[in-house]
């Protein structure tokens, strides 16, 4: 598993491991958790009474320390396996549901042409669908997208970003996510 990390205001920051959280426990850096304890870690014994140190290790956790202002304005990073994830292996074109080897990330204005690579001009599409189009713009190739891009909030690229995501990290991660987006569906 894999302890989500948050800033004191509730932002997402990182998936992190149960080691590394408990380092955070163990030096009071924890302002808060969310859910209930799903792992014990353990260390050594104390040599004064015996016992051994033991931290419960909870699936959020929020770290102390001040906030940037800006922070909430962040836009994620764009990366493949991300923008898989956001448009659900869906390709934009034909509509087939593909594996990863197989999509690519399309940029619908092409970059020869002054296109950026943004999450608002990149989408999923197949190796042959994308090969299709080519240079072309999609009105040019007459090739139309059947869903649109949109840049992901921090609580959705936390989903996008996750391995295996606990019901209550799931539960914390959807409650931030607009009602528009498509994890929702
Ligand atoms: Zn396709």
Request: one cysteine or more; proline letters at 5%.
């Amino acid at each position: 598993m894999d302890v989500l990390q948050l800033d004191v205001s509730g932002r997402p920051q990182a998936w992190i491991t149960p080691r590394e959280a408990a380092l955070l426990y163990a030096s009071d850096s924890v302002a808060w958790t969310v859910g209930r304890a799903c792992k014990v870690l353990r260390g050594g014994f104390q040599r004064a009474t015996g016992l051994q140190s033991r931290i419960d290790v909870h699936p959020i956790v929020a770290v102390r320390g001040c906030v940037p202002s800006r922070a909430w304005l962040q836009t994620p990073s764009l990366s493949n396996p991300k923008l898989f994830v956001r448009d659900r292996f869906l390709c934009a074109y034909c509509g087939q549901r593909f594996g990863f080897d197989t999509l690519t990330r399309e940029h619908i204005v092409p970059t020869s042409r002054g296109g950026r690579d943004t999450w608002m001009n990149c989408i999923t599409a197949c190796k042959a669908c994308n090969g299709r189009k080519g240079n072309r713009l999609a009105e040019e190739a007459r090739m139309g997208l059947l869903y649109l891009p949109y840049v992901p909030s921090l609580h959705e690229d936390m989903i996008l970003r996750g391995r295996r995501i606990l019901a209550d990290q799931m539960d914390f991660l959807l409650a931030g996510v607009p009602r528009s987006s498509r994890l929702h569906g």
